[in-house]
């Protein structure tokens, strides 16, 4: 606001002293009248007597003001322009130094017991055998692992509780002159099948498969007669005759 005053008092001395110059009266002994062309070049006629100072006549010429010397005060802040676009992106920078290696964590929580399920059984037969029949289940005596008792020694037969993946193997004790023909069943079907030729000597055989069972599955070994007569042998002070199984993965692992 000072800087602006200060040009306007400027101004008006500069109005004052041309107004008093154009006011004076001049010398007639030793100031003539300006002197104006009549035409102008292309001869037309120039400005008329009117428009001519005039002896002993006040003239007032129009001043010139300098625009560029009146500044105005500082105005208000303009409002935020928008955003403009994104740039491009840079070039990917080098791979910083490793940093240094942070605090050991504390332990976790304990975790829940892994809830582990088991069926295994081992059982064995003390006397020898003779089937008589078509078919004869190969019953047991002799028990030496029977986990939550899934395996029934009377009859011979697994009953499945956990489906999944079993493995079962039987062994043998075959019979001088006899033949030796069962089967590892799996509910009403014969999976595996061990067999002997009757010989001269008696030799020790063995069968094993994996099985997936269902929940209330069955499995069993039984006895085939054909035209010869079948026979297993055992003895009260030996064990010749075993079946065994256990539970390779439960079905819902």
């Not at 208000?76 to 910083?96: E, L, T, V």
Request: with cysteine; glycine share 10%; proline share 6%.
């Amino acid at each position: 606001m000072l800087s602006m005053g200060v040009h306007l008092d400027l101004l008006v001395l500069v109005l004052v002293m041309l107004t008093c110059d154009g006011t004076s009266k001049p010398d007639s002994a030793t100031t003539s009248p300006p002197c104006f062309r009549c035409c102008d070049a292309n001869g037309e006629d120039g400005p008329g007597v009117d428009d001519q100072p005039v002896a002993g006549k006040a003239f007032h010429p129009v001043p010139e003001i300098e625009i560029s010397i009146i500044k105005g005060g500082k105005g208000h802040k303009g409002d935020r322009g928008s955003p403009g676009k994104r740039g491009f992106s840079g070039p990917i920078g080098i791979i910083g130094p490793t940093g240094l290696s942070g605090q050991k964590g504390s332990n976790g929580l304990p975790g829940e017991n892994c809830k582990v399920r088991y069926s295994a059984f081992s059982v064995a037969r003390r006397t020898e055998i003779h089937s008589d029949d078509y078919f004869t289940p190969l019953g047991f005596d002799t028990e030496f692992v029977n986990t939550d008792g899934h395996f029934n020694v009377f009859t011979g037969r697994l009953f499945c509780y956990i489906p999944g993946i079993y493995y079962f193997n039987v062994n043998v004790h075959t019979w001088n002159s006899k033949e030796t023909y069962l089967h590892i069943m799996h509910n009403d079907e014969a999976t595996v099948v061990l067999y002997a030729q009757p010989g001269e000597r008696s030799i020790m055989q063995s069968q094993s498969v994996l099985l997936e069972l269902k929940e209330r599955d069955e499995v069993w070994v039984r006895l085939y007669k054909r035209s010869r007569e079948n026979a297993l042998y055992s003895d009260d002070v030996d064990t010749y005759i075993t079946f065994n199984g256990f539970l390779v993965k439960p079905s819902s692992i």
